[in-house]
């Protein structure tokens, strides 16, 4: 696998998620305490778009149905939680649905770029 020039570090400050297009490639890259991470913007449960979700100091959280994840290492940490109205009480079919852990892709930074392998 090659590297690719993913963007300029400064342009991601600490604790900010960003969005890039590499072909059909979508790309979110995080800067988690200094260290930078990249994943496949594509929630795996639903497919919503992460960098559109909230950046929780390790972990992304998906915008839609609240997902958890870390970007670290692409492990799902929480299960999508779907709200059920009461007067429907579907509590027994929606409450065990599961998605999986991220695509992650390494990052390595050389003189102020972050490049991303693919």
């Not at 890259?29 to 390790?58: I, W």
């Not at 290492?73 to 059920?84: H, I, N, S």
């Not at 509590?91 to 050389?110: F, P, Q, S």
Request: proline share 5%; charged share 30%.
């Amino acid at each position: 696998m090659a590297f690719t020039k993913l963007a300029v570090v400064k342009d991601i400050p600490k604790g900010v998620m960003k969005k890039f297009d590499l072909g059909e490639l979508e790309i979110t890259a995080a800067n988690v305490e200094g260290g930078f991470h990249a994943f496949e913007d594509r929630c795996p449960h639903m497919y919503s778009r992460l960098h559109q979700g909230k950046l929780e100091e390790r972990g992304v959280v998906c915008p839609f149905h609240k997902a958890r994840f870390d970007v670290t290492t692409g492990e799902k940490t929480r299960d999508p939680r779907v709200p059920v109205p009461r007067a429907l009480k579907m509590g027994a079919i929606t409450g065990n649905i599961r998605t999986h852990d991220l695509i992650v892709h390494t990052i390595k930074v050389e003189n102020g770029s972050a490049y991303i392998e693919h």
